[in-house]
C-alpha cells in the first residue's frame, strides 16, 4: 500500500538526519491564505511558482490535508530557496504575514533537519491528526448529505457536480453575468478618456445564479476547470459580435490553457476573416498565471505578439512590482493594483522609488486599477502614472457625458 503523505514527511525527517550533507526544511502554510472566490486557484499557481522557482535545487516537497506545505532541500542552497519564498509571498501577502485566531503568524517557518528534528517529528504527527480529522469530517458530511437532501445545503465542488454546472453553463445567457469597466487615460485639466473596455465575468454572480448551495472554489484544479469552461464560452461571446472590436478596444481575462486552444485559435481565425487589427484586443493575464507555468506563457505570448495582439499583466502590486520587467515580460501593459497606503503624501524617498517603478515600466504602460476615490488619482499624478482604471473613473465618465450632453 502506498504510504501516505504524512507518514511519508516522518519518514523523510528521520532520513535526512543521516544524509552526508545537512538539509533544510521550510513550511509554507497556505491554509493561512483568507477565503477569497479564486484562493484555491491562487494557491495552486503558487504552488506551482514555487516549484518552478526551486526545481533545480535537489529538494523534496510534502504537502499536506490542509494545503499547508513542506520543502526540505539542501542547506547549501538556502539562500534561493528564501529568493523562491519572498517571491511567493507576494502572491498572497504584502508582509508575509496572515491573522490566525487573532494572533498574526508568518506564511513561512525554517528549520534545519538535525538540529530540529524532535519539532519537526511532532509538527509532522500533528498533521497527521489533522488528516484524520478532515478526513472523518469528510465522511460525516457525505452521510448527513444523504438525509438532508430536501434543504437547501452547501457542498464542495465535486467533477460530478462540476460536469452539472459545466451542463448548466451551456444554456446560460453569459451576457448577463458580463461585466464592462474602462481603462481610462486622464491628464491635467483634460476629459477622462476611455483608452479600453474590459469584459469580463463576475463568478459571484454566476454562483449566486446557477449554482448557489454549490462551494464552487473548493477544488482548485475543478474551480480551474471552470474558469477555462467560462473563458470558451466569453470567447464564442466575442465572436457572435466581433464587430464591437472595431467601436473600442476591448480586453478580455483569458487563462494561458485558453490561449493555446482551439477556440482561440477559431477566434483569430475569425479576426483575419473580418480584417480587424488585432492591436484593438488587449489578453489581460493573471500574473501567478503566467509564473505558475512561465513556459506555457512564453509560447502564448510569442504567438500573440507575432500575430499582433496587445497584452497585460493583471494583479500587480507596488510591492510585486519590483520583481517584474516589462521589457523582457514582453508585454505591453502592466496592471497595479491601488493601495489605500499609497497617497501622494508618501515621504519623499518612498515617492522616489514609486516613480522610478513607473518609469522603468512606462509611465504610459503602467495601469492604477482598483481606483475607488480622488486619492489615487492624486497619487498616480504625483508618481507619473497617466492611466486608470476604477469606480471613481466610471463615475467620471458618467457625469462628463452628461455635461458633454447638456451642453449642445
Given at each position: 500500500?502506498?504510504?501516505?503523505?504524512?507518514?511519508?514527511?516522518?519518514?523523510?525527517?528521520?532520513?535526512?538526519?543521516?544524509?552526508?550533507?545537512?538539509?533544510?526544511?521550510?513550511?509554507?502554510?497556505?491554509?493561512?491564505?483568507?477565503?477569497?472566490?479564486r484562493r484555491a486557484q491562487f494557491v495552486q499557481v503558487?504552488?506551482?511558482?514555487?516549484?518552478?522557482?526551486?526545481?533545480?535545487?535537489?529538494?523534496?516537497?510534502?504537502?499536506?490535508?490542509?494545503?499547508?506545505?513542506?520543502?526540505?532541500?539542501?542547506?547549501?542552497?538556502?539562500?534561493?530557496?528564501?529568493?523562491?519564498?519572498?517571491?511567493?509571498?507576494?502572491?498572497?501577502?504584502?508582509?508575509?504575514?496572515?491573522?490566525?485566531?487573532?494572533?498574526?503568524?508568518?506564511?513561512?517557518?525554517?528549520?534545519?533537519?538535525?538540529?530540529?528534528?524532535?519539532?519537526?517529528?511532532?509538527?509532522?504527527r500533528r498533521y497527521q491528526d489533522l488528516a484524520a480529522?478532515?478526513?472523518?469530517?469528510?465522511?460525516?458530511?457525505?452521510?448527513?448529505?444523504?438525509?438532508?437532501?430536501?434543504?437547501?445545503?452547501?457542498?464542495?465542488?465535486?467533477?460530478?457536480?462540476?460536469?452539472?454546472?459545466?451542463?448548466?453553463?451551456?444554456?446560460?445567457?453569459?451576457?448577463?453575468?458580463?461585466?464592462?469597466?474602462?481603462?481610462?487615460?486622464?491628464?491635467?485639466?483634460?476629459?477622462?478618456?476611455?483608452?479600453?473596455?474590459?469584459?469580463?465575468?463576475?463568478?459571484?454572480?454566476?454562483?449566486?445564479?446557477?449554482?448557489?448551495?454549490?462551494?464552487?472554489?473548493?477544488?482548485?484544479?475543478?474551480?480551474?476547470?471552470?474558469?477555462?469552461?467560462?473563458?470558451?464560452?466569453?470567447?464564442?461571446?466575442?465572436?457572435?459580435?466581433?464587430?464591437?472590436?472595431?467601436?473600442?478596444?476591448?480586453?478580455?481575462?483569458?487563462?494561458?490553457?485558453?490561449?493555446?486552444?482551439?477556440?482561440?485559435?477559431?477566434?483569430?481565425?475569425?479576426?483575419?476573416?473580418?480584417?480587424?487589427?488585432?492591436?484593438?484586443?488587449?489578453?489581460?493575464?493573471?500574473?501567478?498565471?503566467?509564473?505558475?507555468?512561465?513556459?506555457?506563457?512564453?509560447?502564448?505570448?510569442?504567438?500573440?505578439?507575432?500575430?499582433?495582439?496587445?497584452?497585460?499583466?493583471?494583479?500587480?502590486?507596488?510591492?510585486?512590482?519590483?520583481?517584474?520587467?516589462?521589457?523582457?515580460?514582453?508585454?505591453?501593459?502592466?496592471?497595479?493594483?491601488?493601495?489605500?497606503?499609497?497617497?501622494?503624501?508618501?515621504?519623499?524617498?518612498?515617492?522616489?522609488?514609486?516613480?522610478?517603478?513607473?518609469?522603468?515600466?512606462?509611465?504610459?504602460?503602467?495601469?492604477?486599477?482598483?481606483?475607488?476615490?480622488?486619492?489615487?488619482?492624486?497619487?498616480?499624478?504625483?508618481?507619473?502614472?497617466?492611466?486608470?482604471q476604477g469606480r471613481y473613473f466610471d463615475q467620471r465618465?458618467?457625469?462628463?457625458?452628461?455635461?458633454?450632453?447638456?451642453?449642445?
Amino acid at each position: 500500500m502506498k504510504p501516505n503523505t504524512e507518514t511519508s514527511l516522518l519518514e523523510a525527517i528521520e532520513r535526512l538526519q543521516q544524509a552526508p550533507a545537512p538539509f533544510g526544511a521550510v513550511l509554507l502554510r497556505y491554509s493561512l491564505v483568507p477565503p477569497s472566490p479564486r484562493r484555491a486557484q491562487f494557491v495552486q499557481v503558487a504552488a506551482h511558482a514555487f516549484s518552478n522557482f526551486t526545481y533545480k535545487l535537489a529538494g523534496a516537497t510534502f504537502p499536506q490535508k490542509n494545503f499547508d506545505c513542506f520543502f526540505f532541500f539542501p542547506l547549501a542552497s538556502q539562500a534561493k530557496v528564501q529568493e523562491a519564498v519572498q517571491k511567493l509571498r507576494t502572491l498572497f501577502s504584502d508582509e508575509g504575514m496572515f491573522e490566525e485566531d487573532g494572533v498574526l503568524q508568518p506564511f513561512d517557518s525554517w528549520f534545519e533537519v538535525v538540529r530540529d528534528a524532535e519539532e519537526l517529528a511532532r509538527m509532522a504527527r500533528r498533521y497527521q491528526d489533522l488528516a484524520a480529522t478532515l478526513q472523518a469530517e469528510s465522511g460525516k458530511s457525505a452521510a448527513d448529505g444523504a438525509w438532508m437532501s430536501s434543504k437547501v445545503i452547501t457542498m464542495d465542488l465535486d467533477s460530478k457536480s462540476l460536469s452539472k454546472i459545466v451542463d448548466l453553463l451551456a444554456n446560460v445567457k453569459l451576457a448577463h453575468f458580463v461585466q464592462r469597466q474602462p481603462v481610462c487615460a486622464v491628464g491635467f485639466n483634460q476629459p477622462v478618456q476611455a483608452v479600453f473596455e474590459e469584459c469580463y465575468v463576475s463568478f459571484q454572480d454566476l454562483q449566486a445564479s446557477v449554482c448557489p448551495t454549490i462551494n464552487i472554489y473548493a477544488d482548485k484544479w475543478l474551480f480551474q476547470y471552470l474558469t477555462n469552461t467560462v473563458d470558451k464560452r466569453m470567447l464564442s461571446m466575442a465572436m457572435e459580435d466581433l464587430a464591437a472590436f472595431t467601436k473600442t478596444p476591448v480586453s478580455m481575462n483569458l487563462n494561458v490553457e485558453t490561449l493555446l486552444s482551439k477556440q482561440f485559435l477559431e477566434f483569430d481565425r475569425q479576426m483575419t476573416q473580418l480584417a480587424i487589427p488585432r492591436g484593438r484586443v488587449v489578453i489581460e493575464l493573471q500574473r501567478i498565471d503566467i509564473f505558475s507555468d512561465f513556459g506555457g506563457f512564453s509560447f502564448a505570448r510569442d504567438y500573440l505578439l507575432e500575430r499582433g495582439y496587445t497584452i497585460c499583466v493583471d494583479g500587480m502590486t507596488h510591492q510585486s512590482l519590483q520583481f517584474i520587467d516589462r521589457n523582457q515580460l514582453k508585454v505591453d501593459f502592466v496592471k497595479m493594483i491601488w493601495s489605500p497606503e499609497l497617497t501622494d503624501g508618501l515621504p519623499a524617498r518612498k515617492l522616489a522609488e514609486m516613480k522610478e517603478l513607473v518609469k522603468r515600466i512606462g509611465t504610459a504602460r503602467l495601469i492604477l486599477t482598483r481606483c475607488d476615490n480622488d486619492t489615487a488619482l492624486r497619487f498616480g499624478r504625483s508618481a507619473g502614472i497617466s492611466l486608470f482604471q476604477g469606480r471613481y473613473f466610471d463615475q467620471r465618465l458618467r457625469v462628463q457625458k452628461i455635461t458633454d450632453s447638456d451642453s449642445y
